[in-house]
């Protein structure tokens, strides 16, 4: 049963409805269970990575000006929708659904917008809390179908759920300092993506509406994610890593073919994030077995990762990604608040 309240402006209105299957990281910046309507006038559009932003002037219960901040989706996955710096008008009326920030009183998520036309934008739905992003094509696989690991690979589906995405087992056997360590993490500040910063391989395989591309150049297998704009270097010529790494988030990677499966082993890496709030110590190591399934001709990354002082079994996930023809967009992330925003 929804329970509304009109605020004495008249201008906001806020609602609870139940959000099923709201995404983690939504959940820990805004409560998915707090609709709130934001009837005002642009006053801003920040189009930019790693998320946009709408600034609308509105006025508050006590009818006093404010201006609320809306998060919406990455710049490079608005583009991809076919949305571009125009998408918001400065200085036009508009009507926003969306969800409370958690800290900010005058914070929000996107969800759909009304124009004075009629006209609706949706990002993320109101009744459920799925961020939609642009729809994928996926290539038919056939009788001559021949893929390889080479190529333009992004995340199946065209809303942010877990698809593509496998089980994932060993977190359970977290240890007291890996307790400890998640304890003192803050999801929100903390976040790499808040930084600019990748994170980890991991979460680079798995962003919805970002782009891979997989290459190889003489002896060197090269992975590009459109997210954070990262390159990660596959030594194919070395079996060891080098004794004078320099730990770094994407750590050092060397690979091997096994028949038609690539395996990367990765070493080196710095303290950082798994995933959510999984987090690793500097010595995490990690393997990948990169194939091809054989029945939709996805990329099928299989990961194992070990760091005996967080968790005591290895951790274990998998992620596919479709083939797209889908062009790469440079990600150039700008960290940080939004723009003008104190």
Known sequence: MNRTSTLLAGLVVVSFVPAAGAHHGFAAHFDPDQLITIEGTVKQFDFINPHGFLHIDTFNDAGEP??????????????????????????????????????????????????????TFTMRSVDQARTQFAANLEPPVTSVTNRSV???????????????RGETTGEDSITAAGLAAR?????????PVVHCRPGSPIRSWGPPGLATRITQVNSEVLIYHESMDVTRTVHMNLSEHPEDMVPSEMGHSIGRWEDDVLIIDTAGFSEGVISGSNLHTDQMTLVERLSISPDKGRLR???????????????????????TNQEIIRYECIPGSPLGYE
């Open 183 to 191: 304890e003192a993490f803050d999801p929100i500040n903390d976040n």
């Open 66 to 119: 404010v201006v609320y901040i809306c998060d919406l989706q990455a710049k490079t996955q608005l583009v991809r929708r076919g949305v571009d710096e125009t998408l918001f008008s400065v200085g036009e009326t508009i009507i926003v659904e969306g969800f409370q920030a958690r800290r900010d009183p005058y914070g929000c998520e996107f969800g759909r917008a009304t124009f004075t036309d009629g006209s």
């Open 301 to 323: 990354i299989e990961w194992v990762v070990n760091d005996a002082e967080y968790y005591s079994e290895p951790l274990t996930g998998s992620q596919e990604l479709q083939p």
């Open 150 to 164: 080479f190529g333009k690979w992004i995340r199946p589906g065209m809303f942010g759920d877990a698809s593509g």
